[in-house]
Structure formats: C-alpha cells, structure tokens
C-alpha cells in the first residue's frame, strides 16, 4: 500500500488567495484526520471524518478554514482566503478504526503564504 | 487534565547508549498510548504502543514502560544508532477519537 498521499507537497500562495490541499487516506481506512503543525503550537487537529461525515470540526481555526470527504478516497482542505500565519505543514493521516488507533500520517504539504 | 507532559525537551545520547523519553498523564480515561517517530520533512509515523492493561511492550529495540498508578509511561530505544534520531511524541486517547499530543523530544544520537 502507498500509505497516505498527499498533494502538493508545497505549496507558496500570495495572502488572499485560495488553497486546496489534498488527501488520499489508505483504502479500506474509515477515519480521517487534518492535522496542523508549526513549532509554535505543535500538532492541532483541525477535523475528524469517520465514514466520510465530519465529526468534530471544532479544531478548524475560523471561517476561512472548510474540509470536505466526497468519498471514502479523497478529502479536501481549503482556505480562503489564505493568510501568513496559515504557514505551517499541513498532515493528513488516516485509521481503519474509530479514532486514533493505528492512524498513518501522510507526507504532509508545506504551505507558505507571503 | 488532558494534557500529556513530556520530557525532556531534547536529548543527546551516545551511539549504543539508552535514550528515555518521559510522558505523564493525568485523565484516567486514556486507554490508549502510541508513541510517534517523526523526520524532518516527514510526517508522523506511528512507532509503538500499548494499551493500560500491559506494564510494558516491546518491539525491537523500542520498549514503552507503563505505569498506571503513577500516570506515567516512558520509551525506551535500546542500542541508539545514528537513525534513530528524530523527534518522538507521545500521546493519549480515550475511548473517543481525541488524541492529546505531547509537545515532542528533539534526539539526537551521536556517533
């Protein structure tokens, strides 16, 4: 398996514009976590899908934040309009069971907004 | 209460030397402890872990140590080599998907 694969790996976007970041979690796997990471404040769960319906979308900073799962294949992270202090690694990760146990991270995209 | 501390920050170690990674806890409800190894420019891998009903687990030259009265558990890299260097996290979970992050340990393992 390919494990978790995201795209792009980086990313540089001018403030204001919109950034979708992509994910494909491992097949047959029932959960799915966005996850942000900067040395300030470490790793944040920004949501939670499990069966492709989004759980707990509380660790989403504000409104210009939105995550979609059309499919057991395929989520999507968008912000716009994006900000500088959106920069960070953005991770996808992904479990074949309820919650954290056994959860894979993918490579992560580094965003950079200037 | 949902915090999970983690120590020490950063860590050099002596090849073949025993590197301890310390984590303490304070909801009993976690049930579940995984350890993550993490390269720069990687994302999270999941190392070990072990679940309240075991002291300890081993796989490899990893060992996690658990001690539930004190709320605290511990990683254990036998025979450090020079790849063993990354930076560790712990964590916990309850029976609900949250998953609390300790803040990391740098290691560095020297040859």
């Known amino acids: 398996d390919a494990g978790v694969i995201q795209s792009p790996r980086h990313e540089v976007t001018e403030m204001g514009q919109e950034v979708t970041l992509r994910c494909k979690p491992i097949s047959g796997h029932n959960s799915l976590f966005w996850y942000r990471q900067t040395m300030m404040r470490g790793l944040e769960l920004l949501i939670y899908f499990n069966n492709n319906v989004p759980i707990d979308d509380s660790g989403m900073p504000e409104d210009r934040f939105s995550a979609k799962m059309p499919n057991a294949s395929f989520s999507t992270l968008k912000i716009q309009p994006s900000e500088p202090r959106d920069s960070a690694v953005y991770f996808c990760?992904?479990?074949?069971?309820?919650?954290?146990?056994?959860?894979?991270f993918g490579q992560g995209t580094r965003l950079t907004v200037v | 209460q949902q915090q999970v501390k983690q120590s020490p920050q950063s860590l050099i170690v002596q090849k073949g030397g025993i590197s301890i990674i310390n984590c303490a806890y304070e909801?009993?409800?976690?049930?579940?402890f995984p350890w993550y190894q993490q390269f720069p420019g990687k994302g999270p891998a999941l190392l070990i872990a072990i679940r309240p009903d075991v002291s300890e687990k081993k796989e490899g030259r990893f060992t996690i140590s658990f001690n539930k009265s004190a709320k605290q558990f511990s990683l254990h890299i036998m025979d450090s080599q020079p790849g063993d260097s990354a930076t560790y996290f712990c964590a916990a979970s309850d029976s609900n998907y949250q998953l609390i992050w300790g803040a990391g340990t740098k290691l560095i393992i020297k040859p």
């Open positions: 909801n009993t409800a976690f049930d579940y």
């Open positions: 990760a992904s479990s074949s069971q309820t919650g954290h146990t056994e959860a894979f």
